[in-house]
């Protein structure tokens, strides 16, 4: 079972801001979530190994050569925020 | 011009008058939508039609028009992912299956509704509302590609690419009666497609007859090196279309026919096996024992796999941005509010299930479960050459029904997503209707064995009306 306390921290986590209203809320409908989860326990798979994806692929590779990319003037494109062919974002603390 | 046309109509079509006509008329039936399937309809795709027609064109589907679910990114036109947070984005680059499509000749008509980051299974969960089901309109086209769906079934598109993560694909084409296939994982390049789970999804078409969707894999499927997970398998799609089932052996799993199902879907299923066996294949019961621990692992790895692709969405290069203090404030109030509820729900659920202490208890085993859910699929399809199943234990709910127990909602993937842990194909064709609403029969294959499924899909249609039928309410 997760508390409030949990949801506030997974929230801070996520870097989504929850609402004091909202923390109840989560806590019920994540908490359903979780209670139908919990059937995995009942499956053993201490010798299983995890699948993190079906291709049979592992390492690709390519050649070290610059290929071609975005103009920088078309990746700022997107925002009003910029400066100095830059993204400006508000100070970290 | 009839308003339901197979590609091989529409090309004749545009031969007889022009490319502009035929993308004018889908202009003019989609200007009286009922359906709401579209978020956005292109402003060039005239203009782009009247070029092909003063140029020419060369390519297998010049000047056919075609649908783009909201995920796929498509120069110019925005790409918002059913979402607020991605409100005035445009790409600045196109998808790899849109390069492909453009160099086809196709005509792009607009995007399609979907869920929100396709997280959902009745495209309810879009921040530009719900999108009708066009055989009821107070009912579901099912999601997250509904959009895509319902615009095929309405007659506003031939046919449409959707996005298929745990069923998004195939849910919406069973409950619009079109035909929709997840391809094997890694035969479609997912390059530019937004991601929500990455080791799951594939970009996917949706159209009314398995033709169709062979003509379209013809064109997006294949390698390319912008996404790592891409396989050449070089498959020649259109070439499975054989009228022949003869000797081909058929497994019907039993967990696929749970609790909870249809009678009707169960029966229309059932029919649809008998069919086959009076076409010559024959078929027998197989055992999943670990398809009923497949929707848990699904869920719990979507959610990891989300909360981490989603992180990028923080008002910083695109999209919307809601002022903070400081850098911190700013992400997290950007992201409270341009996220909508089961977006928010389910990045929560995934930094959960991934952070110090409950990584090993809920992601890796659910990526252990994965492995016996893949074992369970290998072991069948090795005494078999298909799977046959329901693709939606029943038809479309009513908008709103379940909306509001995020419970409810995920339990109605029960059949699809299996599917997309094992990475297998998987293709849902019409197989009839109850009470006036469609019902899609699911087959499944072996890793890049799309040619027996469609093959098997195609015989059905030659064999069968289901496909023929159109919604009354639209008509």
């Given at each position: 079972?997760?508390t409030?306390?949990?949801?506030?921290?997974?929230g801070w986590?996520?870097?989504?801001?929850?609402s004091?209203?909202?923390?109840?809320?989560y806590m019920e409908?994540?908490?359903?979530?979780?209670e139908?989860?919990?059937q995995?326990?009942?499956?053993p798979?201490e010798d299983?190994v995890?699948?993190?994806?079906v291709a049979?692929?592992?390492?690709?590779f390519?050649?070290?050569i610059?290929?071609e990319c975005l103009?920088?003037?078309?990746v700022l494109?997107?925002?009003?925020?910029k400066?100095d062919?830059?993204f400006r974002?508000p100070?970290?603390? | 011009?009839a308003?339901?046309m197979?590609?091989?109509?529409v090309?004749e079509k545009?031969i007889?008058?022009?490319?502009e006509e035929?993308?004018?008329?889908?202009l003019?039936?989609?200007?009286?939508?009922?359906v709401?399937?579209y978020?956005?309809?292109?402003?060039k795709?005239?203009?782009?039609?009247r070029r092909i027609?003063?140029e020419?064109h060369?390519?297998?589907?010049?000047?056919?028009?075609?649908?783009?679910?909201?995920n796929?990114?498509?120069?110019?036109?925005p790409?918002s992912?059913g979402s607020?947070i991605l409100?005035g984005?445009?790409?600045?680059?196109?998808?790899?299956?849109i390069?492909?499509?453009l160099?086809a000749?196709?005509?792009?008509?607009g995007k399609?509704n979907m869920?929100?980051f396709?997280?959902?299974?009745?495209?309810?969960t879009s921040?530009f509302g719900p999108?009708?089901?066009p055989?009821?309109?107070?009912?579901?086209?099912?999601?997250s590609s509904?959009g895509?769906?319902?615009v095929?079934?309405?007659g506003?598109a031939?046919?449409?690419?959707?996005?298929d993560?745990?069923?998004?694909?195939?849910?919406?084409?069973?409950?619009?009666g079109?035909?929709?296939?997840?391809?094997?994982?890694?035969a479609?390049?997912r390059?530019?497609?937004?991601?929500?789970a990455?080791?799951?999804?594939?970009v996917g078409?949706l159209?009314?007859?398995?033709a169709?969707?062979?003509?379209l894999m013809d064109v997006?499927a294949g390698?390319d090196?912008r996404?790592?997970?891409s396989i050449?398998?070089k498959?020649e799609?259109?070439?499975a279309l054989?009228?022949?089932?003869?000797?081909?052996?058929?497994?019907?799993?039993?967990?696929?026919?749970?609790?909870?199902?249809?009678?009707d879907?169960?029966?229309?299923?059932?029919?649809?096996?008998?069919?086959y066996?009076?076409?010559?294949?024959?078929?027998?019961?197989?055992?999943?024992?670990n398809i009923k621990y497949?929707?848990?692992?699904?869920y719990?790895?979507?959610m990891?796999?989300?909360s981490?692709?989603?992180?990028r969405?923080d008002?910083?290069?695109?999209?919307?941005?809601?002022?903070?203090e400081?850098?911190h404030?700013?992400?997290?109030k950007t992201?409270?509010?341009g996220?909508?509820?089961?977006?928010?729900?389910?990045?929560l659920?995934g930094?959960?299930?991934?952070?110090a202490?409950?990584?090993?208890?809920y992601?890796?085993?659910?990526?252990?479960v994965r492995?016996?859910v893949k074992?369970?699929?290998d072991?069948?399809?090795?005494k078999?050459?298909l799977?046959m199943a329901?693709?939606?234990p029943?038809?479309?709910f009513?908008?709103?029904?379940?909306i509001e127990?995020?419970l409810t909602l995920?339990?109605s993937?029960?059949n699809t997503?299996p599917i997309?842990?094992?990475?297998?194909p998987?293709?849902?064709?019409p197989?009839?209707?109850?009470?006036?609403l469609?019902?899609?029969l699911?087959i499944m294959?072996?890793?890049f064995d799309?040619?027996t499924v469609?093959?098997?899909?195609y015989?059905f249609?030659?064999?069968t009306?289901?496909?023929t039928?159109r919604?009354?309410?639209?008509?």
């Amino acid at each position: 079972m997760i508390t409030k306390e949990d949801v506030e921290h997974i929230g801070w986590l996520a870097r989504i801001e929850i609402s004091e209203q909202e923390t109840v809320e989560y806590m019920e409908k994540l908490n359903s979530v979780l209670e139908y989860f919990g059937q995995l326990d009942e499956l053993p798979t201490e010798d299983v190994v995890p699948t993190y994806h079906v291709a049979e692929i592992y390492n690709v590779f390519r050649e070290d050569i610059v290929e071609e990319c975005l103009p920088q003037e078309t990746v700022l494109a997107n925002t009003e925020y910029k400066q100095d062919g830059t993204f400006r974002v508000p100070k970290i603390g | 011009m009839a308003k339901w046309m197979s590609v091989a109509q529409v090309k004749e079509k545009i031969i007889e008058d022009s490319a502009e006509e035929v993308t004018a008329r889908y202009l003019e039936v989609i200007g009286k939508s009922k359906v709401n399937g579209y978020t956005k309809v292109s402003e060039k795709a005239l203009e782009h039609a009247r070029r092909i027609d003063s140029e020419g064109h060369d390519g297998p589907l010049a000047g056919v028009p075609i649908a783009i679910k909201d995920n796929i990114s498509v120069v110019g036109l925005p790409n918002s992912c059913g979402s607020k947070i991605l409100e005035g984005y445009v790409p600045p680059f196109n998808a790899h299956v849109i390069e492909k499509l453009l160099s086809a000749g196709a005509v792009i008509l607009g995007k399609t509704n979907m869920d929100e980051f396709a997280m959902g299974s009745s495209t309810e969960t879009s921040y530009f509302g719900p999108t009708a089901n066009p055989w009821d309109l107070e009912r579901v086209p099912g999601g997250s590609s509904g959009g895509s769906a319902a615009v095929v079934a309405a007659g506003e598109a031939p046919f449409a690419l959707g996005s298929d993560t745990g069923g998004s694909v195939r849910c919406p084409a069973a409950f619009c009666g079109v035909v929709g296939l997840k391809p094997t994982y890694g035969a479609v390049s997912r390059y530019g497609v937004v991601a929500y789970a990455n080791s799951l999804e594939q970009v996917g078409p949706l159209a009314n007859n398995v033709a169709d969707i062979a003509i379209l894999m013809d064109v997006i499927a294949g390698y390319d090196g912008r996404d790592s997970t891409s396989i050449d398998s070089k498959i020649e799609y259109q070439k499975a279309l054989v009228d022949d089932v003869k000797g081909l052996k058929i497994g019907v799993p039993k967990e696929f026919f749970g609790e909870g199902i249809h009678p009707d879907v169960e029966k229309a299923v059932w029919n649809a096996i008998h069919k086959y066996e009076s076409l010559g294949a024959t078929w027998e019961e197989v055992s999943m024992p670990n398809i009923k621990y497949a929707l848990a692992s699904y869920y719990i790895i979507a959610m990891s796999e989300a909360s981490s692709n989603l992180a990028r969405f923080d008002g910083t290069r695109y999209g919307f941005r809601e002022s903070g203090e400081n850098w911190h404030a700013m992400v997290s109030k950007t992201r409270a509010e341009g996220f909508g509820t089961e977006v928010k729900r389910r990045i929560l659920l995934g930094t959960y299930a991934l952070s110090a202490g409950y990584h090993d208890k809920y992601y890796l085993k659910a990526l252990k479960v994965r492995t016996l859910v893949k074992q369970d699929f290998d072991k069948a399809l090795a005494k078999v050459d298909l799977l046959m199943a329901p693709t939606m234990p029943n038809p479309a709910f009513k908008i709103g029904e379940k909306i509001e127990d995020p419970l409810t909602l995920y339990l109605s993937d029960v059949n699809t997503c299996p599917i997309n842990l094992a990475g297998v194909p998987s293709v849902s064709v019409p197989c009839g209707l109850t009470d006036g609403l469609p019902i899609g029969l699911q087959i499944m294959g072996k890793p890049f064995d799309e040619p027996t499924v469609l093959r098997a899909a195609y015989t059905f249609e030659q064999n069968t009306d289901y496909h023929t039928k159109r919604p009354p309410e639209v008509a």
